[in-house]
T-cell receptor, first 112, second 113 residues
Framework: QKEVEQDPGPLSVPEGAIVSLNCTYS??????FMWYRQYSRKGPELLMY????GNKEDGRFTAQVDKSSKYISLFIRDSQPSDSATYLC????????????FGDGTTLTVKP | DGGITQSPKYLFRKEGQNVTLSCEQN?????MYWYRQDPGQGLRLIYY???????QKGDIAEGYSVSREKKESFPLTVTSAQKNPTAFYLC????????????FGPGTRLLVL
């Protein structure tokens, strides 16, 4: 069983919808939780990261971490066609993000 | 893509051939990483280096080799021992501290002829 499991998708929503992307994990030592956005044939870019449990909001994006359930989510409000991409969750024990464990990604399409 | 350059964008390998992927950065970051991404999968760590002239194996190092002779450069060689090299290869750097200081390059797509 993988350390990080991500809802596989693909996900297709109409413009303006609220999107929920989710990952579960098994390693209770993970402390930093990241969400990356990856456009087709490009390198990933960090959207948000959260340390330990709690919520973090940045514009239309909200990241949630529930360490008791080993569950993290990324919510996208008022989704736009430009949000169409693959979203990867990643987790690490310390700030060494380079040694993160990644989920397999969820591909999102937002239709105008 | 920050200040990370990967070349070439596409690379074709023949059977039994070694090929080298280039990664150059001008961010002055100490740490550099190589990942492999297969379709529908996340990133898997091949090798990483936290300082010049030192590097460590990641989770899937077999069939790959690296060098770190300069801070700016971290080339990856895919050897003939790697039997399934077709994938998207990503280089990344990290300044340290917060995850916000990690950046990825644009990637190299390797295909086997």
């Amino acid at each position: 069983q993988k350390e990080v499991e991500q809802d596989p998708g693909p996900l297709s929503v109409p413009e303006g919808a609220i999107v929920s992307l989710n990952c579960t994990y098994s390693n209770s030592a993970f402390q930093y939780f990241m969400w990356y956005r990856q456009y087709s044939r490009k390198g990933p870019e960090l959207l948000m990261y959260t340390y330990s449990s709690g919520n973090k909001e940045d514009g239309r994006f909200t990241a949630q971490v529930d360490k008791s359930s080993k569950y993290i989510s990324l919510f996208i409000r008022d989704s736009q066609p430009s949000d169409s991409a693959t979203y990867l969750c990643a987790m690490t024990i310390n700030t060494n993000a380079g040694k993160s464990t990644f989920g397999d990604g969820t591909t999102l399409t937002v239709k105008p | 893509d920050g200040g990370i350059t990967q070349s070439p964008k596409y690379l074709f390998r023949k059977e039994g051939q070694n090929v080298t992927l280039s990664c150059e950065q001008n961010l002055n970051h100490d740490a550099m990483y190589w990942y492999r991404q297969d379709p529908g999968q996340g990133l898997r760590l091949i090798y990483y280096s936290q300082i010049v002239n030192d590097f460590q194996k990641g989770d899937i190092a077999e069939g790959y080799s690296v060098s770190r002779e300069k801070k700016e450069s971290f080339p990856l060689t895919v050897t003939s021992a790697q039997k399934n090299p077709t994938a998207f290869y990503l280089c990344a750097t990290h300044r340290g501290g917060s995850p916000e200081t990690q950046y990825f390059g644009p990637g190299t797509r390797l295909l086997v002829l």
